[in-house]
Nanobody, 125 residues
Framework: VQLQASGGGLVQAGGSLRLSCVAS????????LGWFRQAPGKEREFCAG????????YYPDSVKGRFTISRDNAKNTVTLQMDNLKSEDTAVYYC???????????????????WGQGTQVTVSS
């Protein structure tokens, strides 16, 4: 499967952005999906994950209550709504997909099979 992320940009602190990731290929419904981010000089960080069957979600404390992940299986799309953005949210954001029969959420980069190309999010303070 190929992933194409979009929606990044420059926003002021406290603002919102909506990232989208469109997947090409078959069986999108059987993919667990996630969003990660990577700031310069830092490791790739998990932002949000969603399971394939029940659409369960999970967020790290750093974004909980501000970020919302959702998926539209009919459109092969996963979305990350980011509200109340902070300067520390500045990073390149990546969508990722893992083919799995388990209705689970995966939070480690090495768990994922496919990655989008990344989209830059810059939050000015």
């Amino acid at each position: 499967v190929q992933l194409q992320a979009s929606g990044g940009g420059l926003v002021q602190a406290g603002g919102s952005l909506r990232l989208s990731c469109v997947a090409s290929g078959r069986d999108f419904i059987l993919y667990a999906l996630g969003w990660f981010r990577q700031a310069p000089g830092k490791e790739r960080e998990f932002c949000a994950g969603i399971s394939w069957k029940h659409g369960s979600t999970y967020y790290p404390d750093s974004v909980k209550g501000r970020f919302t992940i959702s998926r539209d299986n009919a459109k092969n799309t996963v979305t990350l709504q980011m509200d109340n953005l902070k300067s520390e949210d500045t990073a390149v954001y990546y969508c990722a997909a893992k083919y799995t029969w388990y209705d689970a959420i995966y939070s480690r980069p090495r768990d994922y099979d496919y990655w989008g190309q990344g989209t830059q999010v810059t939050v000015s303070s």
